[in-house]
């Protein structure tokens, strides 16, 4: 029987998974795949560090290039999650036609261009499942069984921390610094959990389904990014009484023109909608193609099993096509669609919330700004339970207008002086 060697860089809280649930698993995977795996090296930062599993000292180095300079590895599985030395090692893998597989989402979002450019030139495949949402096989959803269909549209909740928080906002009424607290206690934040509430994370795997989705490296500077570090518990609780649930969403759309648009910001979702109820620190995709219609994906985005069982998929994918060599390397690129269009001239759907004086003429006011730059009002409401002092809550939903539009109108109303505070605007999303 054939066997492969891996080399596997990091052994952290994904590669002790990958390590672990290879060796527990490697019957099935002998039989399922007609071939066998070994796990030839592990490079590590520190070799003494204690370990949730027991690999053996002879299979540890502290030199991530070993793994390259070994000719018995015929994949290299790179989890490191660091930028300059992963991308080293990924492009020297590449170069000597060892499969490559990794989860590092910042670093394909940042260098999948070059990565994949290597890897047409050495046509040696990258395979990445775990660099989005964890153990939701999406990236072969789209890369394989949706292959003969445009995506039309790709709606994600793609980062369970920010999930989990504003979970928790919703149902506990908790502020967002406590409810970060609590994912921080629970170990579903980071210390620093910057990347997970600023959007950038969600960022990062946004340009990859993006990039999967129309076959070319989405630049990070294209998209439009909006964390959830500044929602408030009234935003949830005043979305609700409009019927929707506050998510962060990463949207990844094409338009008849075959452009695209690319965002990642908190949006109010319809409560009946099905996203609206994925919760705590569950993943979910709604992917849209012309020829299978709407489709659904839900699982754990995170963590070291549902990580791992996506790398050893991937892996298993190592193994077949150094077997039966194939044309797709892992990203197929091409030129059917456009670049990605400016948040400026993206439309969508706007929920306000000002705060305003309690008096006569206000809204006539407010309605006649958003009317001179014809701007539609969907629906008003004043809620009467807020006490905010000597002025009121005023909740506005607005129809379709361009980010450009309701910028100015935002702008304008801002500096109305029955308006008393800068004006709140989080995105609505109807899925149509
Ligand atoms: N954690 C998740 O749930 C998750 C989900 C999806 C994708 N990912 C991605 O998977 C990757 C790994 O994440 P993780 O959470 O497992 O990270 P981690 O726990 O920080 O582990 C990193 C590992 O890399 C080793 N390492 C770091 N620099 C090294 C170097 N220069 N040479 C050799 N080894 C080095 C570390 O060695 P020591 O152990 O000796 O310090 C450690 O074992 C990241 O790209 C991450 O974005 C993670």
Redo the contacts with the bound molecule.
């Keep these: 029987m054939q066997q492969f060697g891996i080399g596997l860089?990091?052994?952290?809280?994904?590669?002790?998974g990958v390590y672990k649930h290879l060796v527990q698993n490697r019957a099935l995977l002998r039989e399922r795949l007609g071939c066998t795996l070994e796990i030839r090296k592990v490079?590590?930062?520190?070799?003494a560090?204690v370990?949730p599993v027991d690999v053996p000292a002879s299979l540890l180095t502290?030199?991530?290039e070993d793994l390259l300079d070994d000719p018995s590895i015929q994949i290299v599985v790179e989890?490191?999650?660091?930028k300059e030395?992963?991308l080293g090692l990924i492009l020297g893998a590449i170069e000597r036609k060892k499969v490559v597989v990794?989860?590092?989402?910042?670093?394909l979002a940042e260098h999948g261009k070059e990565i994949f450019e290597a890897a047409t030139t050495h046509a040696s495949p990258v395979f990445f499942e775990?660099?989005v949402a964890?153990g939701i096989p999406i990236i072969k959803a789209i890369r394989e069984a949706f292959i003969g269909n445009h995506i039309q549209s790709i709606h994600g909740i793609i980062n369970g921390t920010s999930n989990y928080i504003l979970s928790r906002m919703t149902d506990a009424e908790m502020s967002f610094d406590e409810a970060l607290r609590e994912a921080q206690e629970a170990g579903y934040a980071e210390a620093d959990p910057s990347l997970d509430v600023n959007g950038g994370d969600a960022a990062h795997k946004a340009i990859i389904l993006a990039s999967l989705a129309y076959g070319f490296w989405v630049p990070a500077d294209r998209i439009f990014v909006e964390g959830i570090e500044s929602l408030t518990t009234s935003d949830i609780r005043f979305a609700k009484q409009f019927g929707y649930r506050v998510k962060l969403l990463g949207i990844i759309k094409s338009d008849e023109s075959r452009g695209i648009e690319v965002r990642v910001h908190p949006t109010l979702v319809p409560e009946k909608h099905v996203l609206a109820s994925v919760n705590g620190v569950f993943n979910a995709l709604a992917v849209k193609g012309d020829v299978v219609g709407e489709t659904l994906f839900y699982g754990r985005?995170?963590?070291?099993d549902?990580?791992s069982s996506a790398v050893i998929s991937d892996i298993a994918e190592a193994a077949d096509a150094l077997v039966s060599p194939r044309r797709n390397l892992g990203f197929m690129p091409h030129g059917l669609y456009g670049a990605c269009r400016p948040i400026d001239d993206i439309e969508s759907e706007y929920y306000l919330r000002l705060s305003v004086e309690d008096r006569p003429g206000t809204i006539a006011q407010i309605a006649g700004i958003l009317g001179e730059l014809s701007i539609g009002i969907s629906s008003i409401l004043q809620p009467e339970s807020e006490d905010e002092g000597s002025t009121v809550p005023l909740l506005l939903m607005i129809h379709r207008a361009t980010n450009r539009q309701i910028q100015n109108a935002l702008q304008r109303i801002g500096l109305l002086a029955c308006v008393k505070k800068p004006p709140r605007m989080i995105r609505v999303e109807h899925f149509s």
């Design positions: 860089a990091g052994m952290g809280n994904v590669g002790a490079a590590v930062r520190d070799p560090r370990r502290t030199r991530w989890l490191m999650g660091r030395e992963s990794t989860g590092n989402k910042a670093l775990a660099a964890g985005g995170a963590g070291q549902a990580t």
